[in-house]
Antibody, heavy 117, light 112 residues
Framework: EVQLVESGGGLVQPGGSLRLSCAAS????????MSWVRQAPGKGLEWVAS????????YYVDSVKGRFAISRDNAKNSLYLQLNSLRAEDTAVYSC??????????WGQGSSVTVSS | DVVMTQSPLSLPVTLGQPASISCRSS???????????LSWFHQRPGQSARRLIY???NRDSGVPDRISGSGSGTDFTLKISRVEAEDVGIYFC?????????FGQGTKLEIK
């Protein structure tokens, strides 16, 4: 069974940083694109970033370019999202997703990030 | 960015009756490889989302055949032929043909 378990969320001040982690199991992690998706309170889903199997390509939504960084460690079956220069509008539940584009096949439960002073 | 517009946003349905959700994109979702990367997902309260349909009309493993997807280009539909209690929750479409990938607003299906 595919499992995606996020961690690392919390309360952070504007301008601060957080690192989200996603522990993957139940599939061959190194064979799949991985992504992060977020949902702000009362808002719809927003795709945040995707990373290719071998880390050779990364894609970001414009609103996080230059501030967020997606990475992975295939040896540890783990996906990461480094969140820097956080803003109030980054407050959301961040979910780890197996796949990208038309190939999304599993979602984690999500990790909550609150940016507030 | 490609805008995905779902309707209706709220869908009260009687058990055993059909349901239909529309998803329209602001640009064609036909990718350069000829495929159309439009997926439908279902999220029950308190649970992770589950993909139901990929490439507009292909049902995922384990999805009952009373659930179907159709459409092409910019106009797509998810249909449930006979709604059951387990179908409650949020349904959303997502396009994966263009970066950034974008989602519909979500349709909340509830039992009347």
């Amino acid at each position: 069974e595919v499992q995606l378990v996020e961690s690392g969320g919390g309360l952070v001040q504007p301008g601060g940083s957080l690192r989200l982690s996603c522990a993957a199991s139940g599939f061959t992690f190194s064979n799949h694109w991985m992504s992060w998706v977020r949902q702000a309170p009362g808002k719809g889903l927003e795709w945040v970033a995707s990373i290719k199997k071998d880390e050779s390509e990364q894609y970001y939504v414009d609103s996080v370019k230059g501030r967020f960084a997606i990475s992975r460690d295939n040896a540890k079956n783990s996906l990461y999202l480094q969140l820097n220069s956080l803003r109030a509008e980054d407050t959301a539940v961040y979910s780890c997703v197996k796949g990208s584009g038309g190939g999304i096949t599993a979602w984690g439960q999500g990790s909550s990030v609150t940016v507030s002073s | 960015d490609v805008v995905m517009t779902q309707s209706p946003l709220s869908l009260p349905v009687t058990l055993g009756q059909p349901a239909s959700i529309s998803c329209r994109s602001s640009q064609s979702l036909v990718y350069s490889d000829g495929n159309t990367y439009l997926s439908w997902f279902h999220q029950r309260p308190g649970q992770s989302a589950r993909r139901l349909i990929y490439q507009a009309s292909n049902r995922d493993s384990g999805v009952p055949d009373r659930i179907s997807g159709s459409g092409s280009g910019t106009d797509f539909t998810l249909k449930i032929s006979r709604v059951e209690a387990e179908d409650v929750g949020i349904y959303f479409c997502m396009q994966g043909s263009h970066w950034p990938h974008t989602f519909g607003q979500g349709t909340k299906l509830e039992i009347k």
